[in-house]
């Protein structure tokens, strides 16, 4: 009957409340208030903000704005046939492995820091000849970091000697990739780099007494 009344009348039937609100807001140009979140993620845009990244994100970034690179991997060399691009990714590896020592060799004492320092100053080298050759030639070269980070926390003796492992495994991966994609003298380079990347790991292997020592193909991710 009311709703006859009210029709009879040339008056509508009273909308609720939240139909009101959202008629209301519509006359004057408004749109229905938005939830918490959204309100939230509209601020963030509003202020040129993005949303807040999560965990792994922020730890990258926090990374970056200390000047720390991820640590190049074994799994990651990225497949190339240009002999510059090669090299250039090798470098990289060169870098970490020279930042990685200076790590390593603090937690070690008398042969092994010995050994330690000689690493560093092998990998030193083709670091340095690496930037002349890229330098000279065609290939850009890229910035070492102030620092890496490293693939698990170097603690004591046993961290130190796995990491001094890992990181010749690593370098010696980017120098396998490179070999396909050069020739001449710098397929010399990098069968020397791969040659000498191998021998060492095998050492830091038996000094930490890790088996086997040896790896048939040093180098390939397994």
């Known amino acids: 009957m009311s709703e006859r009344t ?3 009348e040339g008056r509508e039937a009273m909308p609720d409340r939240h139909s009101m609100s959202e008629r209301t807001e519509r006359s004057e140009g408004r749109e229905a208030m938005p939830d918490r979140h959204s309100m939230s993620e509209r601020t963030e845009q509003s202020e040129g903000r993005e949303a807040m990244p999560d965990r792994h994100s922020m730890s990258e970034r ?3 704005s200390e000047g720390r690179e991820a640590m190049p991997g074994r799994h990651s060399v990225s497949p190339t046939a240009d002999p510059n691009r090669a090299l250039t990714d090798a470098l990289v590896a060169e870098y970490a492995a020279v930042w990685a020592y200076g790590v390593i060799g603090v937690h070690l004492a008398d042969a092994a820091r010995s050994a330690a320092r000689a690493a560093e100053a092998a990998h030193r080298s083709r670091r340095d000849a690496l930037v002349l050759q890229l330098a000279e030639g065609a290939g850009q070269v890229p910035a070492d970091w102030a620092g890496y980070a490293l693939p698990f926390p170097v603690t004591d003796r046993s961290t130190a000697l796995r990491l001094a492992v890992e990181i010749e495994e690593r370098t010696a991966g980017h120098w396998r990739a490179a070999l396909p994609h050069t020739a001449g003298a710098d397929r010399n380079t990098a069968l020397a780099a791969l040659t000498d990347c191998a021998l060492r790991a095998t050492r830091w292997r038996r000094t930490a007494g890790v088996t ?6 040093p180098g390939r991710p397994a």
């Open 212 to 217: 086997p020592v040896t790896v048939p193909f």
């Open 62 to 64: 926090t990374e970056r």
């Open 6 to 8: 009210e029709r009879s």
